[in-house]
């Protein structure tokens, strides 16, 4: 029987969970997982695991947690757990070159886009964002710098219309885990050719804060639509509504002819039925579900009946 090598994980969001699972219910469970440090969250403002620490817990895998893998101590630790194979999924810190060194077989990172498109944080917004008509999960190396290491195996996935950077982060992180266990036998073998990343058409995914989430009604419904669907569920696509604060959960381009918005202010409501239909910089809109700050998520239909004269407000008035 052929030597198992003793595989070191790192990850920390929902997006590694299903990479880990796959590889503790396979021949390859790690020994070690690295992750993020314990953050609060929450209205309490508790301290929480990362989903990674948690799933490790269950099946007994020790955490480790340093604050910034550079360190010493934290070099010197997981060099102690000799590792032979490094898994990285959506860790969420550079790993340093002298940690990278120890792997006799390297270390393999599953990354969520057709390398080299969308480099960086957020690929996955990025890509609905730009209304990219495929994505899918790249399998590389992993070097010292961000996601331009060579590409081991990629698989595509088309992007639907109406899919949200929660639904699409969901499938890919279930292509991701498939497509490593399929390639580690490979790799390990030696039967798979790496190929470098052709730099001159690479992009880059920035990271995403909360003052992306804001809906800018002078876009295209188009864009204001990829826009709803690229930060939903986080950091959801904020408005204003006089003077509360909204966040729209869910809405379709409108293909309607019988409302004129080309006198329309961007951000005008121009009729309520199941739906709330909006002026943009160009078409219009139908939000269908939405959010009152610190309230439950609501159909537009229950929106509209807890609201007056909603016809002629507009959303985002107060950003002006």
Do not use: C
Request: aromatic residues 4%.
């Amino acid at each position: 029987m052929p030597h198992l090598p003793r595989v070191l994980f790192y990850g920390s969001p929902e997006f590694a969970v299903p990479t880990l699972q796959a590889l503790i219910d396979s021949e390859y469970r790690p020994i070690a997982v690295v992750t993020q440090p314990d953050a609060r969250a929450g209205r309490g403002r508790t301290l929480r695991p990362p989903p990674t620490k948690a799933l490790a817990a269950e099946h007994g895998i020790p955490a480790i947690q340093p604050v910034r893998l550079r360190e010493r101590a934290a070099v010197a630790q997981i060099a102690s757990l000799k590792p032979d194979l490094q898994i990285v999924a959506a860790y969420g810190q550079l790993i340093p070159k002298e940690i990278l060194d120890l792997p006799s077989h390297g270390s393999l990172n599953v990354h969520a886009s057709l390398l080299p498109r969308w480099r960086g944080a957020a690929p996955i917004q990025a890509a609905i964002w730009h209304g990219d008509a495929e994505t899918g999960v790249t399998i590389m190396l992993v070097d010292e710098t961000e996601d331009t290491g060579d590409i081991v195996r990629q698989r595509s996935t088309p992007i639907a219309a109406t899919e949200t950077a929660g639904s699409l982060s969901n499938r890919l992180a279930s292509i991701g885990a498939d497509l490593l266990l399929e390639t580690i036998p490979a790799w390990l073998a030696g039967t798979v050719t790496p190929r470098t990343q052709d730099d001159s058409i690479a992009t880059r995914a920035r990271r995403v804060t909360k003052q992306h989430g804001r809906v800018d009604w002078t876009r295209s419904a188009e864009q204001i639509d990829r826009h709803i669907r690229a930060y939903t569920p986080w950091p959801g696509a904020m408005t204003t509504l006089g003077s509360e604060s909204v966040r729209i959960a869910q809405a379709v381009v409108s293909d309607a002819t019988s409302y004129t918005t080309s006198n329309a202010a961007p951000g005008s409501i121009l009729a309520v039925d199941d739906a709330i239909e909006t002026a943009t910089g160009s078409g219009a809109i139908r939000v269908t579900r939405l959010q009152r700050a610190g309230k439950r998520e609501l159909s537009a239909a229950e929106f509209a009946r807890g609201a007056r004269d909603l016809i002629g407000q507009r959303f985002g008035a107060s950003d002006d």
